[in-house]
């Protein structure tokens, strides 16, 4: 490592590459934190995590006893305690019944939003831990998603309906409906490179790709075997084989990452709408349909990490774009739910229906850390050079 940091000074060597090949050795080694730990504070699972993406600070959790907590990530507890939540929603204010999502609003830590079995979505305060306004859906909610870059406060929410509703901040009201899915929804998530695009998974083991400011909003229903060039609305185009109950959109929304009640993981280009036919073997285990919550590393790791919370109670790692599995992460008591990254610590969470939240972070003591060699700078020149063609 010296030696590296020693060329670096001489202009041997570019900062930006040493510096990306550093953070893909600390993210390849990472392991279950020995010195943070986050206290329990669900009686029920955890079943949705969000980190604010403008400190990295805030972490906003809900449980399926319907309570919403907010961890400050930077307190640093005395004699070694566990960090307790520093917000807490009232008895009064919480859900009725178990939380299936939570997402902050993008540009404000002072406002968020969840969703539930109780058939609502609602907008809280995070000064006053209080709900400022309610959406009255009527049907159990699955999954609610608001985008992280658009210009408008629509919040879109997958229910067990055949349809997804479009729920305004603005106006209190909901916009306008899509229709197309066959059974009820089970997940959605907003483009991270367009604002208006949406993507859908139901329970017909379809996905579903949405332009919002069309009439017809659909613009594509995607296929496993690429069948989309030559009808992409056709009702026979299938996914999955079963529900698709997990969707992750990479950082520079180039590729979808799909979750299906048949056990399989699938790679989508957004572009095409293509199938990407990378296996991801028999190893991961998903029978429920509760939305589950994967994560994608950042855009400094080379090759990409795909991490996915398992029935088995661990997170598996792959290889984003071979499928390779490259670790499992054990040390949980439950069913892994949901995992959220801290991309500036190199840090990473997951939650379980145990209750428990898991801190994956690089070993303390560098010498854990496999040394850097001329072989890990030469493949990131690698992967720029094939960014640009």
């Known amino acids: 490592m010296y030696s590296f940091i020693k060329k670096r000074e001489y202009g041997l060597i570019n900062p930006l590459k040493l510096e990306r090949a550093v953070i893909t050795k600390r993210i390849y080694s990472i392991q279950l934190s020995k010195t943070k730990e986050l206290a329990l504070s669900h009686r029920g699972g955890v079943n949705s995590m969000r980190l604010e993406n403008i400190e990295q600070r805030y972490l906003l959790t809900g449980g399926g006893d319907g309570k919403v907590h907010v961890f400050d990530l930077a307190m640093i507890p005395v004699d070694h305690s566990k960090n307790e939540p520093i917000a807490s929603a009232a008895r009064g204010e919480r859900h009725k019944y178990a939380v299936t999502s939570v997402s902050w609003y993008p540009f404000d830590t002072g406002m968020f939003i969840?969703?539930?079995?109780?058939?609502?979505?609602?907008?809280?305060?995070?000064?006053?831990?209080?709900?400022?306004?309610?959406?009255?859906?009527?049907?159990?909610?699955?999954?609610?998603?608001?985008?992280?870059?658009?210009?408008?406060?629509?919040?879109?929410?997958?229910?067990?309906?055949?349809?997804?509703?479009?729920?305004?901040?603005?106006?209190?009201?909901?916009?306008?409906?899509?229709?197309?899915?066959?059974?009820?929804?089970?997940?959605?998530?907003?483009?991270?490179?367009?604002?208006?695009?949406?993507?859908?998974?139901?329970?017909?083991?379809?996905?579903?790709?949405?332009?919002?400011?069309?009439?017809?909003?659909?613009?594509?229903?995607?296929?496993?075997?690429?069948?989309?060039?030559?009808?992409?609305?056709?009702?026979?185009?299938?996914?999955?084989?079963?529900?698709?109950?997990?969707?992750?959109?990479?950082g520079d929304g180039r590729y979808l990452v799909s979750l299906g009640l048949d056990e399989r993981i699938r790679l989508w280009d957004t572009k095409t709408g293509h199938n990407a036919f990378v296996n991801y073997g028999s190893s991961w285990r998903n029978r429920f349909k509760l939305c589950l919550q994967a994560a994608v590393s950042g855009p400094d790791v080379w090759p990409p990490l795909l991490f996915i919370p398992s029935d088995d109670r661990q997170v598996l790692v792959y290889s984003l774009l071979d499928g390779i599995l490259i670790r499992r992460l054990k040390g949980a008591y439950g069913r892994v739910i949901c995992i959220e990254k801290r991309e500036a610590y190199q840090e990473f969470y997951s939650g379980s229906n145990g209750g428990e939240i898991l801190i994956w972070e690089p070993p303390i003591n560098e010498e854990n850390i496999p040394e850097l060699d001329e072989a890990d700078l030469d493949a990131w020149s690698a992967s720029e050079e094939g960014l640009e063609t």
């Not at 709900?131 to 998603?145: G, I």
């Not at 490179?193 to 400011?213: C, K, P, Q, T």
Request: glycine residues 6%; contains cysteine; negative net charge.
């Open 114 to 250: 969840t969703s539930s079995y109780d058939t609502t979505i609602r907008v809280w305060d995070t000064n006053t831990m209080k709900s400022a306004y309610v959406f009255e859906l009527e049907s159990r909610v699955n999954c609610q998603a608001m985008s992280s870059i658009a210009s408008h406060c629509l919040v879109a929410s997958a229910a067990t309906e055949p349809r997804i509703r479009l729920c305004d901040l603005n106006s209190g009201a909901f916009t306008h409906s899509l229709t197309g899915h066959s059974g009820p929804v089970l997940s959605c998530i907003w483009s991270t490179n367009h604002e208006y695009m949406l993507y859908s998974g139901g329970m017909d083991g379809a996905i579903r790709v949405w332009d919002i400011r069309r009439a017809s909003s659909c613009l594509m229903s995607l296929d496993q075997d690429n069948t989309i060039d030559r009808d992409p609305l056709a009702e026979t185009n299938k996914a999955h084989g079963k529900g698709v109950n997990g969707l992750t959109v990479t």
